[in-house]
């Protein structure tokens, strides 16, 4: 019996260890060059907020970073020195919530939320298609993930260039 109740910490400090843990990023010297290039390039026109409150982070700029990022991962960002008209996405944040680690433990109380409606219209200015992507980081998923309220921009512009590749 005694055994067992030294080896409870243990196995939650080691937890604890690997659900903190810190991804350091690369550091790219040079001008940045895709592995893949794409023949179709695509530019960001504009991001909204359209749900009509101030919060205390830029979601505009959060947004609109995480879908050139992800354009540029993929080889398909447009920039003046290609030319051509260019494939456009336009954003809009439809619902926010930067929700708190710490508060996770009550579920639905810490919850981290971004939905978020981009309109793909080709060189031309016609429509594509709109595409929806949400992500929700809740009590069971990202319990001890700090930062989640950055993250999920980038996590749900990998999901709108994916569903926006289909329509290209």
């Known amino acids: 019996m005694n055994g067992k109740i030294r080896i409870v910490p243990l196995i939650l400090i080691a937890f604890l260890l690997c659900a903190c843990s810190h991804r350091g990023k690369d550091i790219i010297t040079g001008p940045y060059v895709p592995a893949v290039s ?10 909204y907020n359209d749900t009509h409150r101030v919060f205390d982070v830029d979601v505009i700029g959060l947004l609109w970073s995480g879908l050139e990022d992800s354009l540029k991962k993929r080889g398909m960002l447009w920039s003046p020195r290609v030319g051509g008209k260019p494939y456009t996405i336009e954003g809009h944040v439809i619902e926010y919530k930067k929700g708190q680690m710490g508060f996770r433990l ?17 060189g031309d200015g016609r429509d594509l298609g709109t595409i929806e992507a949400q992500r929700r980081v809740t009590f069971g998923n990202g319990l001890l993930s700090r930062g989640m309220w950055r993250q999920v921009f980038s996590e749900v512009a990998e999901d709108v260039v994916t569903q926006a590749m289909r329509k290209f």
């Open 38 to 47: 794409s023949p179709i390039k695509v530019r960001v026109s504009e991001v």
């Open 106 to 122: 009550i579920p639905r109380l810490g919850d981290t939320v971004l939905v978020v409606k981009c309109e793909l219209r080709d």
